[in-house]
């Protein structure tokens, strides 16, 4: 008789010796054997694990791919790359793009320069001209390089920020941006009817640009500061990324050239190892950046992500030590930065429905145009005409969307130099410029409450739940509920001095609550008591918002 162990189903066993069968990488071939062995072997963990695996292929959204670098269809490896790139080709040429320029780029995540490598030859076999950039490079390079060389599209091989186990398969359109619905739809039906990863045609042959984009882009970037000071000492942290070297040449041909980095995270290491993970908005993250700033008596601190189309500013608080601005703080700064010298008529500027509300109020100051979209730079991208800025709470910014039409750390952080640098030479600083804000637009405090939910089921009844019964009530405020479905999976509560909007992350295993309390300020003298009393309202709300979404 037959021997399957208690969970090794025929199929499940069937479906693995296929996978291994079609793969196109002999170690991955040689991981999901071993797997299956273990499991057939009654190894009740490798069942489990084979069954992950085999769940299915990773989903093909809005963000593109993204999941564990691992053997089979539920995970990022080249049989899974080069079906995914199959599907955008497909895509293309529905589309009536074939033959066109597709950019591929790439990080240096574990995998990453294999996957970019299988990409550049499923599209060449296609059909494509396929221009490869040269190295491994900030993902605003990509966007970038779509724009200028008149691509039909660009491939990003990232997982920007996430855990070091994973990497990522990101697309843009012939415009730049992100791809959004129907594509993503589209792109995952041409994969689904794509042949196994073994039968995809793969040719050599695209072509390795030169240094011409990344000039390119250095000196439109440099360009962006608005003021000449330029007297500023600047420390960076590319959280083991690729976005020093860029970094470092964009801020040097600006101008700034008093720049240390972390040393320790300053080269690109894909096991992240001094940070659990990478990313800027984690606390624990930049605790080597802050800890070099206060030694190195700086001026302006910037924390990159990994793939570097995040940015973080931190400064020195009025008690000297050193805190990372929300990105909510970051976002408005720059914001009327830009608006206080426009270089477009009838600007707009663009926020989404998750970040600070005083971005809508510093745009009529300034006589702006204002859109609020969905959380992502797909949206933000595509805000209407004459979009001059757009900002996400999670620390993504574009300040120049006319050439790179996604969020640019290395363009905001030039930015954020030339505004404090500005500050700097009127002996003020970038808390004081948002004391400003706070007296003209009233005082807007934002927080964020963050609970790990892998499982998507309980995750959907956790929202299902709160559409049922939302609260009528907040802190003794009175609230009114708003679900954004279908439209998005999104439910706002609202009241005259408080917001919380719930939504299940499109990245990570998370459901997240984003809070605003906000109060009027009317006077400097009374900015400390209103500050001190909108933080304990928030506190109470991050509390009672916890609370809702945990019972």
């Known amino acids: 008789m037959e021997h399957n162990p208690p969970g090794l189903t025929p199929a499940l066993r069937d479906r693995a010796l296929r996978w291994i069968a079609d793969d196109v990488t002999p170690h991955h071939r040689a991981e999901l054997r071993e797997l299956l062995a273990d499991a057939m072997n009654d190894q009740p963990d490798a069942v489990a694990q084979l069954r992950e695996r085999m769940a299915g292929e990773l989903t093909f959204g809005t963000a593109g791919l993204r999941g564990p670098v ?11 790359v080069v079906r995914a ?48 950039l040269p190295a491994p490079l900030p993902t605003p390079l990509l966007a970038f390089a779509v724009r200028r060389l008149g691509a039909v599209a660009g491939i990003q091989i990232t997982a920007s920020h996430n855990p070091p186990a994973d990497n990522g398969y990101k697309v843009y359109d012939h415009t730049g941006a992100l791809i959004v619905p129907p594509a993503d739809r589209r792109i995952e039906s041409a994969i689904e009817a ?28 440099a360009a962006l500061p608005r003021g000449t000071a330029r007297e500023l000492r600047v420390v960076a942290t590319a ?43 984690e606390p624990r993250a930049g605790e ?16 990159l992500d990994p793939d570097a189309d995040r940015c973080a500013l931190a400064v020195a608080g009025r008690d000297g030590r050193w805190r990372l601005l929300r990105g909510d703080e970051t976002g408005v700064l720059l914001a009327e930065h830009v608006l206080s010298a426009p270089t477009t008529p009838d600007p ?20 702006a145009r204002y859109e609020e979209t969905l959380t992502g730079f797909k949206w933000l991208a595509r805000a209407g005409a ?78 299902a739940r709160l559409r049922e019964h939302p609260p009528t009530e907040l802190l003794g405020t009175a609230v009114v509920a708003q679900d954004l479905l279908p439209r998005a999976d999104v439910l706002r509560l609202r009241g005259d001095d408080l917001r919380v909007v719930v939504r299940p992350s499109g990245t990570e295993p998370k459901l997240k609550a984003y809070l605003e309390v906000t109060s009027p300020v009317q006077t400097y003298a009374d900015l400390d008591r209103t500050r001190d009393l909108a933080e304990r309202r928030l506190a109470e709300l991050r509390a009672a918002v916890h609370d809702l979404l945990a019972h």
């Open 288 to 303: 080597l950046l802050l800890d070099l700033a206060q030694r190195s008596e700086a001026d302006l601190a910037i924390a």
């Open 386 to 463: 004459g979009l001059v800025y757009a900002y996400e709470e999670a620390l993504g910014i574009c300040v120049d969307p006319e050439t790179v039409r996604d969020k640019d750390g290395i363009a905001a952080a030039l930015l954020g130099c030339d505004l404090a640098a500005q500050a700097k030479a009127a002996n003020r600083s970038l808390l004081d410029l948002l004391d400003d804000l706070a007296l003209r637009h009233g005082l807007h405090l934002t927080d964020q409450v963050s609970l790990r939910i892998a499982d998507l089921t309980e995750r959907g009844r956790l929202m």
């Open 85 to 132: 790139t199959a599907g955008v080709a497909a895509w293309l040429r529905d589309e009536g793009r074939s033959g066109g320029t597709v950019i591929v780029g790439r990080d240096a995540r574990h995998g990453s320069a294999d996957f970019a490598r299988a990409t550049a030859e499923v599209l060449t076999a296609a059909g494509f001209d396929v221009r490869s």
């Open 70 to 80: 691992r053997a089979g269809p539920n995970g990022m490896n080249t049989a899974v």
């Open 239 to 281: 959280l083991h990324g690729v976005g020093a070297d860029t970094l470092r040449l964009a801020l040097r041909r600006a101008g700034f050239t008093d720049l240390s980095f972390v040393p320790e995270q300053a080269k690109p290491d894909p096991d992240f190892p001094t940070v659990a993970f990478p990313n800027p908005e």
């Open 348 to 367: 707009l500027v663009a926020t989404t429905i998750v970040s600070s509300s005083m971005l809508a109020s510093i745009a009529k100051a300034h006589g």
């Open 194 to 221: 794509a042949p196994a990863a073994i039968s995809v045609p793969r040719s050599p042959g695209a072509r390795v640009l030169g240094d011409d984009v990344l000039q390119a882009y250095l000196d439109r970037v």
